[in-house]
């Protein structure tokens, strides 16, 4: 399953929901603020990080340079183009999108 967010993690609990209920082998997407969820550092980043022992993430090239936060990607985390966005959604049978 592909879990796309797209919220910010400091203003809602979207990603911590998803982070909870994820399972082993899924993937998360994160657009738009949710990038944010992708930052070394933040009140956030331990449980990103602890979840990416067993779920891959992805964040969204383009918004991560709108926001002005490339440099500041947690290591580990892929960053994709909308072609890489359109792949991660076909290669997966089920997409959630967490509001």
Same mark, same amino acid.
């Given at each position: 399953?592909?879990?796309?967010?797209?919220?910010?993690?400091?203003?809602?609990?979207?990603?911590?929901?998803?982070?909870?209920?994820?399972?082993?082998?899924?993937?998360?997407?994160?657009?738009?603020?949710?990038?944010?969820?992708? @930052? +070394?550092?933040?009140? =956030? %980043?331990? &449980?990103?990080?602890?979840?990416? /022992?067993?779920?891959? *993430?992805?964040?969204?090239?383009?918004? @991560? +340079?709108?926001?002005? =936060? %490339?440099? &500041?990607?947690?290591?580990?985390? /892929?960053?994709?183009? *909308?072609?890489?966005?359109?792949?991660?959604?076909?290669?997966?049978?089920?997409?959630?999108?967490?509001?």
């Amino acid at each position: 399953m592909l879990h796309v967010i797209n919220k910010s993690p400091f203003e809602r609990n979207s990603l911590a929901s998803c982070l909870r209920t994820i399972k082993e082998g899924a993937s998360v997407l994160l657009i738009e603020d949710g990038v944010l969820g992708a @930052l +070394e550092g933040t009140a =956030v %980043s331990g &449980k990103v990080r602890e979840a990416m /022992e067993n779920v891959k *993430f992805y964040a969204l090239q383009s918004d @991560l +340079e709108t926001r002005g =936060v %490339s440099d &500041k990607l947690m290591k580990g985390i /892929e960053c994709i183009d *909308f072609g890489g966005f359109v792949d991660l959604t076909a290669d997966h049978d089920l997409v959630q999108s967490w509001l």
